[in-house]
């Protein structure tokens, strides 16, 4: 049963992020059919699986909150503030209700009966006397279709049949409406729990079957003991023999007759109106130019991957690549000419299969907006902004993983462009500003990465008052002469914050230190940028993936050092390492020799460098021998060192030796900290 419900789990989750985009589409167009049906299809759905899984209160909820919808959906009611806040309101806790196991205590038990309340007073006030009339006939008609009750309570070994226990609930939908109620009365305690037997049963109530027959196909795998099927008219459910034991069953859901009597009804109406999937089906057949079988073509080309899947799969290519450099080695030594060749065309199959596999793990980023838009509209209307959230580029893809880790950095900066930059709509007008602010997320590649810039049209970054906050804080000295840029980036200093007050949003000088060493973490960059009454703009820079990189493979010493590409600029000999910057072309750079970081000291004066780019900075890395460029397959450190001051991770070479790859983040901080 846990694996069953953690993957109706993990499906109500993916249902409920459409549902919150298309909750912010219908709340700038009230009156846009589309989201109004398809808000009623998702909450529909999941009303429908989350008692037919042992989500009894999750089922209650969706239960009325579907009612809500449905008077909506039929014209009798128009979308407005309240409809829209209940419906964020159940979006939040459904989510909370799936990660306690649909258990109700403290605030969970009084949001759920708030938004009961509010959706029974709204369809109190709507059903006036006409409409009453005319809910209570269709009512009655309803009852006189033909439905079935079906007992469904497989053997303890179904499993051990290769038969799926929940696999004729799709059949059921297909064919028909159901509604099903899982037995929990007969899931042992867990003393007594056995993980392969099965210990599921179900009430199951069905409507819109041509007949009979057509449900016992559906069960036509299962032994005749196993299932029960009663047919009845609507009017006659109280005739069934075990409508007692059923009633008595529905306790646990807290469902009593009357209650029963209503989601029947609202079973039957959805059979005599026509499918509930009808309504969008419909809309979005008039809204496209696709043939059948284009559309069909489309949906054939989808399909779901378990994310463990692409993980392992991408563990497999790095052992391919890591095999692929040992080959090559082996036929350097061998100097046989058409081993190399043959080696050399694996290579060319090897990097091929590398990008194609990488690119099974990117996403767009599009799947951050829905939280950024829903995260905006919240916060500014706490705060009593009038704010534009637009979005640009979010097809852009990236490394699934770097997505995941990407949000939290993205929403900090977000929120503080709205609460420290977006002025009140009051002080907007008084600077002949639009009373909206905008907030924009931009997002393109470039090269092998890919930049996100997050800008807004507010009061920007004023460089003295951050000097003067730096000063105070003993960040510079009072007769430190810096340029803005450098102030800019004194905001991502640990403590510093420039709010006079501190709020539940920011001011305690926490969060862009952070949000740097996240980046910074993920081999990115981020800069910033701002003009005062103009606006601020964040840019951050990623790789596409973390999992195999392009690498320049150097010596220092004994030890395999790999920089990189991203970084790297150019190379060139150095004459004198012993000096801290070297000329580079009109301009003098910081140098850095990695044989005295690492041994201590350097008994050469001329060594090979590196010139590489820091966000608009270079710097030049002094190294022993420069020798080849390299895939890496980038493995982390182990526990011990993955804090060490200038390598993130490690690579294991084509003769099994061990390299290490250097985070040029934290190498230039570890030499702006020890220089200081």
């Given amino acids: 049963m846990e694996n069953y419900q953690a993957r109706f789990s993990h499906e109500v989750l993916e249902l409920l992020e459409g549902l919150e985009g298309t909750l912010l589409q219908l709340e700038n167009n009230p009156q846009d059919a589309e989201s109004i049906a398809e808000l009623f299809r998702v909450v529909h759905t999941i009303k429908g699986t989350a008692s037919m899984f042992g989500f009894a209160n ?78 209570i006939e269709k009512g009655r008609l309803s009852y006189d279709q033909s439905m079935f009750y079906v007992r469904y309570q497989p053997d303890s070994d179904v499993l051990e049949r290769g038969v799926d226990p929940l696999g004729i609930f799709e059949e059921l939908e297909e064919e028909g409406q159901f509604l099903a109620f899982l037995d929990l009365n007969l899931i042992p305690s867990p003393e007594d729990f056995d993980a392969e037997k099965t210990f599921l049963a179900w009430d199951i109530f069905c409507s819109g079957f041509d007949d009979q027959e057509v449900l016992e196909d559906i069960f036509m795998f299962f032994l005749e003991h196993e299932y029960t099927i009663i047919p009845f008219k609507g009017g006659e459910i109280k005739e069934i023999d075990q ?44 809204g496209s130019d696709k043939t059948p079988e284009e559309s069909v073509q489309e949906t054939r080309e989808m399909i779901r991957v378990d994310a463990g899947r692409l993980d392992e799969l991408i563990n497999l290519v790095s052992d391919l690549v890591t095999l692929n450099s040992q080959l090559e080695l082996r036929a350097g030594d061998l100097n046989d000419d058409v081993l190399q060749k043959q080696v050399s065309e694996l290579s060319k199959l090897s990097k091929s299969f590398r990008d194609n596999a990488l690119n099974l793990r990117l996403i767009p980023v599009e799947t951050l907006t829905i939280k950024m838009h829903r995260m905006v509209r919240d916060l500014a209307g706490n705060l009593g902004k009038k704010v534009d959230f637009i979005t640009e ?47 924009r997320f931009i997002a393109f590649y470039s090269g092998a990465n890919v930049f996100i810039q997050i800008q807004d049209d507010g009061r920007g970054i004023d460089p003295e008052k951050v000097k003067k906050k730096a000063v105070s804080k003993g960040m510079i000295s009072a007769d430190e002469n810096i340029s803005d840029e450098r102030a800019y980036n004194l905001i991502f200093e640990p403590g510093f914050s420039t709010a006079e007050e501190v709020s539940d949003v920011s001011g305690r000088g926490v969060g862009l230190d952070s949000v740097k060493k996240q980046i910074a973490d993920m081999r990115g960059q981020v800069d910033v940028e701002s003009e005062i009454s103009l606006g601020t703009s964040f840019t951050i820079k990623l790789p596409l993936t973390l999992s195999i990189i392009d690498t320049l493979m150097t010596k220092v010493g004994e030890h395999t050092l790999l920089v990189p590409m991203e970084y790297v600029v150019k190379t060139m000999f150095v004459e004198n390492i012993n000096k801290p910057n070297i000329p580079y072309e009109d ?41 080849r460029d390299y895939q890496a397959v980038v493995k ?19 003769d099994g030796s061990l390299a290490v790859i250097l985070d040029i983040n934290r190498l230039i901080k570890y030499q ?3 220089n200081s």
């Fill in 58 to 135: 999750m089922g209650k909820l969706t239960h009325d909150v579907e009612d809500l919808f449905q008077i909506v959906r039929a014209g009798e009611l128009d979308v407005n503030e309240q409809i829209i806040k209940i419906s964020f309101d159940t979006v939040d806790l459904l989510r909370s209700m799936l990660n306690s196991r649909d258990k109700l205590t403290g605030d969970l038990q009084k949001k759920f009966d708030t938004i009961l309340h509010d959706v029974k007073q709204i369809l109190t006030e709507s059903n006036n006397a006409d409409k009453t009339g005319e809910t």
């Fill in 243 to 286: 409508f007692d034991d059923i009633l008595k069953r529905l306790e646990q859901y807290r469902i009593d007759e009357n209650d029963l009597f209503e989601q029947l009804d609202g079973l039957c109406n959805g059979c005599i109106n026509g499918s509930q999937e009808e309504p969008v089906d419909a809309i979005k057949e008039a």
């Fill in 393 to 439: 580029g979010t097809n852009t893809e990236l490394d699934k993983n770097i997505i995941r880790r990407l949000e939290g950095p993205v929403l900090h900066i977000i929120r503080n462009c709205l609460d420290h930059a977006i002025e009140m709509p009051a002080e907007r007008a008084a600077q002949n500003k639009p009373e909206k602010g905008i907030v």
């Fill in 587 to 627: 301009s003098i750079i910081p140098l850095i020799n990695m044989s005295k970081l690492m041994n201590g000291q350097t008994a050469k004066t001329k060594m090979r460098a590196i010139i590489i780019r820091h966000y608009n900075k270079r710097y030049a890395i002094a190294v022993d021998h420069i020798l």
């Fill in 636 to 654: 982390p450190l182990g526990a011990y060192n993955r804090h060490h001051p200038f390598f993130s991770g490690s690579s294991i070479m084509g």
């Fill in 672 to 674: 702006k900290q020890n």
